[in-house]
């Protein structure tokens, strides 16, 4: 089975850029979440959808992140303007329903703003 | 007041050590506790989850949550090299519908050494 792919894996660009990640869930998995993890943080849920659908984006900064999930399957996630402190690993997930225990992670990407 | 904190090390043991994982949480609500394993500039891995207060093995790995006093641990037995990462614990509420957000300790770093 093939795992949860993000594209790309490194990306470096200047504050005020704009940037996008690409996710493609585990074949089946309706659930689908973006994380965002910080040097020496736990990860934090930035949005979840269930198939194209939004279910929590109550920790998204919606002025300057954006997120879709068209035809329930691969995922966008937008940065514009970024940030300094957007410098971080973002990480999508996937679950088979949202009340499945078991997420599985991509390798994230990592996000250096300078 | 984070929702779940974790020491995050780093720790360092020698090969063969029983090591000890350990994190707290505040939110009365969280039912489910997990412990991820997340190699350098990988995506979490998760080892095994407990529903509720008890213990759970799996080969050398023992997990454990008392409820009464919010703690959750972990338990590797004859640690190897190959068990140096960082260790996420996380909670989250049983899920009732709508989101269903993994709550992330800061992790702890652990490096068995030889």
């Known amino acids: 089975e093939a795992g949860v792919a993000q594209s790309p894996r490194y990306k470096i660009i200047e504050k005020r850029q704009s940037v996008a990640f690409w996710c493609n869930p585990i074949?089946?998995?309706?659930?689908l979440y973006w994380y965002q993890q910080i040097l020496g943080q736990g990860p934090k849920l930035l949005i979840q959808?269930?198939?194209?659908?939004?279910?929590?984006d109550s920790q998204l900064p919606k002025d300057r992140f954006s997120a879709e999930r068209l035809k329930g399957v691969d995922s966008t996630l937008k940065i514009q303007p970024a940030k300094l402190e957007d410098s971080a690993v973002y990480l999508c997930?996937?679950?088979?329903?949202?009340?499945?225990?078991?997420?599985?992670f991509g390798q994230g990407t990592r996000l250096t703003v300078v | 007041q984070k929702e779940v904190e974790q020491d995050p090390g780093p720790l360092s043991v020698p090969e063969g050590a029983i090591v000890s994982l350990n994190c707290t949480y505040s939110?009365?609500?969280?039912?489910?506790f997990m412990w991820y394993r997340q190699y350098s500039r990988k995506g979490p891995e998760l080892l095994m989850y407990?529903?509720?207060?008890g213990n759970k093995e799996d080969g050398r790995f023992t997990a454990q949550v008392d409820k009464s006093s919010k703690y959750i641990s972990l338990f590797i037995r004859d640690s190897q090299p190959s068990d140096s990462a960082t260790y996420l614990c996380?909670?989250?509420?049983?899920?009732?519908?709508?989101?269903?957000?993994?709550?992330f300790g800061t992790g702890t770093q652990l490096k068995v050494e030889l």
């Open positions: 997930a996937s679950s088979v329903t949202p009340g499945n225990t078991e997420a599985f």
């Open positions: 074949s089946g998995h309706a659930t």
């Open positions: 959808f269930q198939n194209n659908g939004v279910v929590d």
């Open positions: 939110n009365s609500a969280f039912q489910y």
């Open positions: 407990t529903y509720s207060s």
């Open positions: 996380a909670s989250r509420p049983r899920w009732t519908g709508g989101g269903n957000k993994l709550t």
